[in-house]
Nanobody, 127 residues
Framework: QVQLAESGGELVQAGGSLRLSCVFA????????MAWFRQAPGKGREFVSA????????RYSDSVKGRFTISTDTAKTTMYLQMNDLKFEDTAVYYC????????????????????WGQGTQVTVSS
């Protein structure tokens, strides 16, 4: 059974940076697409970024493109999200997810594309 554990969320000032981590266990890391979603208070869970099982092909939501970078360390079976130039509207619980589907540009990722989820880590950006 795949298990995911996020860490790295904290309180940061607007314009600052954070790096989130997601440790993958219980499966073969190279078989899964990995993703970050986030959920702000009172809102639904939204797609942030994803990286394909080749650990090279990636996608970003328009709201974070150019500010966030997704990456993986296959030796550590860990996924990262480097978040720069953070904005108040980036405040949310960030979840990592693993799945076996991939959607190319023009097709939105869905929650159902990912069968495994972490417990979430809180990111709070003060304005």
């Amino acid at each position: 059974q795949v298990q995911l554990a996020e860490s790295g969320g904290e309180l940061v000032q607007a314009g600052g940076s954070l790096r989130l981590s997601c440790v993958f266990a219980g499966g073969t890391f190279s078989h899964y697409a990995m993703a970050w979603f986030r959920q702000a208070p009172g809102k639904g869970r939204e797609f942030v970024s994803a990286i394909k099982w080749d650990h090279n092909t990636s996608r970003y939501s328009d709201s974070v493109k150019g500010r966030f970078t997704i990456s993986t360390d296959t030796a550590k079976t860990t996924m990262y999200l480097q978040m720069n130039d953070l904005k108040f509207e980036d405040t949310a619980v960030y979840y990592c997810a693993a799945g076996i589907a991939w959607r190319d540009v023009g097709n939105d990722f869905l929650l159902d594309d990912f069968g495994f989820w972490g417990q979430g880590t809180q990111v709070t950006v003060s304005s």
